[in-house]
């Protein structure tokens, strides 16, 4: 679960930053981070042109991807407002960009943004560092 949850939050910071985490390391401009999204838009007689790369796309869905199977395990391990909480926000998130996407494919002015790292960054803490004990951990000894 917390290899899950670490590789969503790798994926998801390199996106949300456009990688720019990588670029400001080097030297070679200033950090950005888009810590939350919601656009909504919808319109005719113009050509779309989204804000977004290919790859941060692509890197969008990869986190968001994770980010289900990660908060889906930490869902049966017992963190059930984190765990749920976790798997829907990464669903929109992965809908959000798989509309985005789709611009590269078809043509069409529709674009619906809803995502926000910042609160997946906090989700994936709790879930990490606030991990309930095992079911092994109560074993009661037994008396002879």
């Not at 456009?18 to 810590?35: E, N, P």
């Not at 069409?108 to 095992?134: D, E, I, K």
Request: net charge neutral.
């Amino acid at each position: 679960m917390r290899l899950l949850l670490a590789i969503h939050a790798m994926l998801l910071l390199l996106a949300s930053t456009d990688f720019t985490i990588v670029t400001s390391a080097l030297g070679k401009g200033s950090l950005r981070w888009c810590y939350f999204r919601y656009v909504s838009e919808h319109g005719f007689g113009y050509e779309f042109v989204s804000d977004y790369s290919v790859l941060s796309i692509l890197m969008y869905l990869l986190a968001f991807a994770v980010g289900i199977a990660g908060f889906s395990v930490a869902l049966q391990h017992g963190h059930r407002v984190v765990g749920s909480l976790g798997v829907v926000l990464s669903v929109i998130g992965l809908v959000s960009f798989a509309i985005e996407g789709s611009h590269w494919m078809i043509e069409h002015n529709l674009t619906w943004l809803a995502f926000s790292p910042a609160v997946m960054f906090v989700l994936v803490l709790v879930a990490c560092f606030f991990q309930r004990p095992s079911s092994d951990a109560h074993t009661h000894p037994t008396t002879a």
